[in-house]
């Protein structure tokens, strides 16, 4: 360091404090535990002022804030903060409302309570109905056998919510048109190619390359009717 970078340290800059989404709420909270009022309610209070945010930072930083704070405040930062809701209201989660809208398979059973309100669902959000639409849209041409059938999806959609995905799938519309023009499959290909970076990952690093191959041999030519196992010894 220079004599100069050396004076400048007695004279750090000044930086300006970066807001965080607890800010609006830090002088609440201690104001309320200076009343000695519980987490709980400190908790639930917070919630009620508008924080949105992750549950469990909302907790650490009441826990933090005690413990620099007040160190002989009995704590209640253990007790974990569940939603309740009341018998009469029907939750249904996004993750399971997608899996839902995207399940084509009629072999596999569709979540009951979902299905008795999607029509509830749609007329309340519109874009489920869209998103199902789309998806089936898309469905239906991969598995059928017209091939120009996906530059009539793209030109419709290339504008929407999934404009980006219309853009990669224009990228590489030759193999998109060869998957459904054609029955033959990569999967055979794919499927061992998987198999074999499996045993890869279990075998090699112990047994080294020659047990490596007697193992992707044994795997590969087990159903093989010319195999011997004594081969491999």
Known sequence: MSEEDIQNLDNPRDYKKRKTVMDDYI????KMMCDDISNNIIYS?????GYNGNSITLLNYIQVLEKNNFPNRVSTNNI???????KNVIVIKRNDLLIYLLTMNPKINKDKTIQ???SVIKEKYPIVEKVEEMFRSFHTIIMGKDPDGIDSFIKQYKNSEIGTFCQGIKKDIASVK??????VSSGFVEGNNNKFKLIKRIVYGRSKLVNLSKKCLLAFSLKKADFNLNDLI
Do not use: C, F, H
Request: proline share 4%; glycine share 0%.
């Open 116 to 118: 008795e309100n999607i």
């Open 178 to 183: 060869n998957a459904i023009s054609y029955t």
């Open 45 to 49: 209070y917070i919630r009620y002022k």
């Open 27 to 30: 002088n609440i909270i201690y």
């Open 80 to 86: 974990i903060m569940k939603a309740n809701y009341p």
